[in-house]
């Protein structure tokens, strides 16, 4: 049974840049949740997709949007990057209702 | 509102025990815990909701203090492999799923 997948694994981007990140869920999961991890923090929340829709969305600028496919995978989308984006980006998936949310093993994205 | 993690580090020997707390202003629905090994994702521990019981497995446990809006985290007779950053992450409505991390607590096991 696959987990949760991602890619890139890494990333080197400049300022003003855009950036694509990609996700697809555990098998059988159709809710994506996407957390910026900065270096030393916990993973703070930027949005859940279900259903192909955003649902929720954390404290981040428009700059950040995403999708959802109808195979239940996401993109998370970050245009004119700035220094301060430089993280890891988690994608987390759960089945609607249930409460445990499954991580996978991030992308970390570095801007220079 | 982050929920705030105690205490920040903490470095035991291998068998020793260590408890770690997760406080929080408001009133939470569940609470989560994770552990995250360096350069890895976060893995689920175990989740514990408003209204439930203590919950656990093997040497690690996890209670809920509904009244104070508090979390413990229990590891007995650490192992090695316990090391890592251990995270709560708490859900303020029921279902949303929504987590709000703390800032974590690392701990260090030593032979």
């Known amino acids: 049974d696959a987990g949760v997948t991602q890619s890139p694994t890494h990333l080197i981007k400049t300022r003003g840049q855009q950036v694509t990140l990609r996700c697809s869920p555990k098998s059988g999961h159709d809710t994506v949740s996407w957390y910026q991890q900065a270096l030393g923090q916990g993973p703070q929340f930027i949005f859940q997709?279900?259903?192909?829709?955003?649902?929720q969305r954390g404290n981040f600028p428009d700059r950040f949007s995403g999708h959802q496919f109808p195979n239940y995978s996401s993109e998370l989308n970050v245009n004119a990057l700035l220094l301060g984006d430089s993280a890891l980006y988690l994608c987390?998936?759960?089945?609607?209702?249930?409460?445990?949310?499954?991580f996978g093993p991030g992308t970390r994205l570095l801007v220079l | 509102q982050q929920p705030v993690q105690s205490p920040q580090a903490v470095i035991l020997r291998e068998g020793e025990d260590a408890v770690i707390n997760c406080s929080s202003s408001?009133?939470?629905?569940?609470v989560h815990w994770y552990r995250q090994k360096h350069g890895e994702a976060p893995v689920f521990l175990m989740i514990?909701?408003?209204?439930?019981e203590q919950k656990g497995h093997e040497k690690i446990s996890a209670s809920f203090n509904e009244k104070k809006q508090q979390s413990s985290l229990y590891l007995t007779a650490s192992q090695l492999s316990y090391s890592g950053t251990y995270f709560c992450?708490?859900?303020?409505?029921?279902?949303?799923?929504?987590?709000?991390f703390g800032t974590g607590t690392r701990l260090t096991i030593i032979p």
């Open positions: 514990l909701l408003k209204g439930g």
């Open positions: 987390a998936s759960s089945i609607e209702g249930e409460e445990t949310q499954y």
């Open positions: 992450g708490t859900e303020l409505v029921l279902g949303n799923e929504k987590l709000t």
């Open positions: 408001k009133a939470l629905y569940s």
């Open positions: 997709y279900y259903e192909e829709e955003e649902r």
